[in-house]
């Protein structure tokens, strides 16, 4: 059973920087896909990036330069660092996996089928 454990999150001021960590456990495919997502209560769940089992890597537009997806030669945890914190960063960050089913970019949470429990990231003004 595939298990995801994120940690990383806490409150930092605008500006700042955090890195988030995803441990990954029980994984047992060759090559998957992982990502970080971000949710406010009540919005949709947002794709913030993502990284192919061939370490192809993209992130979304909102973040870009800003944030950095990358995973351990292991393939065992997965990080986001995230420079140049702004409020509107403030959300639940969660990392997903998938065994690469499909191609292109992996942005929509309907691909993934595994998922952690989440960290919270607060960014004050």
């Known amino acids: 059973q595939v298990h995801l454990v994120e940690s990383g999150g806490g409150s930092v001021q605008s500006g700042g920087s955090l890195r988030l960590s995803c441990a990954v456990y029980?994984?047992?495919?060759?090559?998957?896909?992982m990502g970080w997502f971000r949710q406010v209560l009540g919005k949709k769940r947002e794709g913030v990036a993502h990284i192919r089992g061939d370490g192809k890597s993209s992130v979304a537009d909102s973040v870009k330069g800003r944030f950095t997806i990358s995973q351990d030669n292991a393939k065992t945890t997965l990080y986001l660092q995230m420079n140049s914190l702004k409020p509107e960063d403030t959300a639940m960050y969660y990392c997903?996996?998938?065994?690469?089913?499909?191609?292109?970019?992996?942005?929509?949470?309907?691909?993934?089928?595994?998922w952690g429990q989440g960290t919270q990231v607060t960014v004050s003004a």
């Open positions: 029980g994984y047992t495919y060759s090559s998957y896909c």
């Open positions: 997903a996996a998938d065994p690469c089913r499909y191609s292109g970019t992996y942005f929509d949470a309907h691909q993934y089928i595994y």
